[in-house]
């Protein structure tokens, strides 16, 4: 049986008011940093947090505690439903909106564990595809990327040193849940990445608006060489005419690590120089470039498509 009625948290006046101010402060990252915690807003990213621990056991659970209306647990079903069995504290709007970094946190707050493993782990899975974030300043992108990184079906994500940190609230929020999904490794190192990347013969794709690669062209050299090993004759598909599969280009099936830069920069001399490829996302219209988030879905997609195919 659900119970959504219980005791409420209605004022942040004492002795609720040490609870409040010690929630908020994980909004700040030297408080997350110091405890090791972080904050999940709304009641998608709260959901997708309780799913993992549903698949954990003992010690290894992600959520710490949770605080939520009864209204916003009552009108979610499946909110109402993983909560069976969880301890959850009522509390009022106006205390959630205290503890949260938004004003209004959809009815429904969690205190989480950290998620992030280290890198052997990630290598030691042989990955086939992983999504690099190098020195991605804004929360919002960093949020996007990770989300596509989890649509498309990537291994795990990366975020070298210098890199905004992924439990900022609003990077959490831009995850929508997928901060759950997939291993996530921060603050790594980016020449010890490369190097053991490279040793368990992962291929490094820069996204790199001057690449000489362009990602339409190895799609189609990808999409080529699949119908040829499967019989399928040219005329039956629609390549480009006098299309030559270059074996000194890179291919998109095998497995591999894309970078993509800083927002305002790019990649660097060092992140570029230690790159086996360069790949640009061609543009037919007039944009000077594409958002760091939008271009890293479209290269991991094209991965993922063709390692699927």
Not at 234 to 242: D, G, K, S, T, V
Request: charged share 25%; with cysteine; glycine share 8%.
């Amino acid at each position: 049986m659900h119970n959504t009625e219980r005791p409420q948290i209605a004022s942040m006046s004492n002795p609720s008011a040490d609870r409040v101010k010690d929630v908020a402060q994980l909004s700040g990252r030297s408080a997350r940093s110091r405890r090791g915690l972080f904050l999940a807003e709304g009641p998608q990213t709260v959901k997708e947090a309780l799913k993992l621990d549903r698949t954990r056991c003992g010690s290894g659970k992600v959520v710490v505690e949770i605080y939520a209306t009864a209204a916003s647990v009552k009108r979610d079903p499946e909110l109402l439903e993983l909560l069976n069995g969880v301890p959850w504290r009522a509390a009022s709007d106006e205390v959630l909106a205290a503890m949260a970094d938004t004003v209004n946190p959809q009815g429904v707050v969690a205190v989480c564990h950290k998620v992030d493993v280290s890198l052997q782990s990630v290598l030691d899975r042989q990955p086939r595809l992983i999504a690099v974030m190098c020195r991605v300043q804004d929360p919002g992108n960093a949020g996007t990327i990770l989300r596509a990184a989890d649509s498309a079906g990537a291994d795990a994500i990366i975020l070298t040193s210098g890199s905004v940190d992924i439990y900022n609230p609003k990077a959490v929020r831009s995850t929508v849940g997928s901060l759950f999904h997939l291993p996530v490794v921060v603050g790594q190192d980016f020449n010890v990445l490369v190097a053991q990347a490279g040793q368990i013969g992962l291929v490094s794709l820069a996204a790199d608006g001057y690449g000489s690669e362009d990602l339409d062209t190895l799609q189609d050299e990808s999409a080529e060489r699949y119908y040829k090993a499967h019989g399928i004759r040219a005329a039956e598909i629609a390549m480009p005419q006098n299309s030559r599969v270059d074996a000194a280009r890179p291919r998109l099936e095998d497995p591999s690590f894309w970078l993509f830069g800083n927002e305002a920069k790019g990649l660097n001399g060092e992140e570029l120089g230690a790159s086996r490829f360069r790949v640009a996302v061609p543009l037919y219209g007039r944009a000077e470039s594409l958002n760091v988030g939008t271009a890293a879905t479209v290269c991991l997609y094209a991965s993922a498509r063709a390692q699927r195919r």
